[in-house]
């Protein structure tokens, strides 16, 4: 893990940019955290944007989360940003992209040609990503997920004993392959779903989260597109975390 730039935000956040191997990101800390004990963790997965078109909102969430108490860190998901593209991957979108602007199913396939190979590489480089932050001084357990793509969180969720806990975002197509493993999820779980996200099966998503198999698991769900998720669902996850991870 190399750092390459760091500045320090208006309200005291240290944000730097690093590189893991040929993966950018960026580790957001709250200012306090040189004087104080050790930050917990969120892990912030952006969208399927890229890093750079996706800033403005995740250093939002980073700066909610640092005036909790909580440093954040994010990682450009394999084939986006300037990463190169996967394999299969354009013809997969431009698959979907037909089947939705002719109001067709989107085929099991399709979906798992784009989502399944994500989820194959992102998961391993955010257990990466997590072993070279938890070795910084400023930074502790425990650790928690938020957003992104549902079904890296869940796979997370199975595979990652540090993760405490997630917050998940409802918003993408999920493979079928994806409701076993959710069966295996035991970690607090609180799902934000957009009742009316134009670009996602609403029942699949809620048949995923009736798979999950943790104890305790909450659904957020909200009138609006995708973009459209309410103030108050925010501060509820914020309070979600600060309750499993303080």
């Keep these: 893990m190399q750092f390459t730039s ?13 590189t893991l191997g ?15 004990a050790p930050a917990p963790l969120i892990l912030l997965s952006p969208p399927p944007l890229g890093l750079r078109k ?25 084939g986006h940003g300037d990463r190169p593209r996967l394999p299969g991957a354009e013809r ?8 939705m602007e002719a109001g067709e199913p989107v085929s099991d396939e399709v979906i798992d040609a784009l989502i399944l190979p994500l989820v194959d590489q992102a998961v391993p480089e955010w257990q990466a ?20 793509v549902i079904s890296i969180g869940t796979r997370l969720a199975v595979v990652e004993p540090r993760i405490s806990a997630a917050v998940l975002f409802a918003g993408s197509f999920v493979p079928r392959a994806m409701f076993e493993e959710a069966r295996q999820v035991t970690i607090p ?8 996200d134009e670009g996602n099966d609403r029942q699949a998503a809620l048949d995923l989260f009736d798979a999950f198999g943790s104890k305790e698991k909450t659904l957020h769900a909200n009138m609006g597109g995708h973009t459209g998720v309410p103030q108050f669902a925010g501060d509820a996850a914020a309070q979600f975390f600060t309750r499993h991870l303080k």
Excluded at 6 to 18: A, K, P, S, T
């Design 6 to 18: 760091e500045q320090r935000l208006d309200d005291g956040i240290l944000e730097r940019e690093f």
């Design 54 to 78: 996706t800033y403005p909102r995740l250093v939002g969430r980073a700066r909610h989360c640092a005036a909790d108490g909580f440093a954040t860190a994010a990682i450009e998901l394999p």
């Design 22 to 36: 040929e993966i950018p990101g960026i580790l957001w800390t709250p200012g306090s955290a040189s004087t104080s």
């Design 189 to 196: 779980l609180h799902v934000l779903l957009q009742w009316d």
């Design 92 to 99: 997969a979108l431009a698959d979907l992209r037909r089947a």
């Design 129 to 148: 990503a997590l072993d070279a932050i938890l070795t910084l001084p400023e930074i502790g357990g425990p650790v928690g997920y938020s957003g992104g």
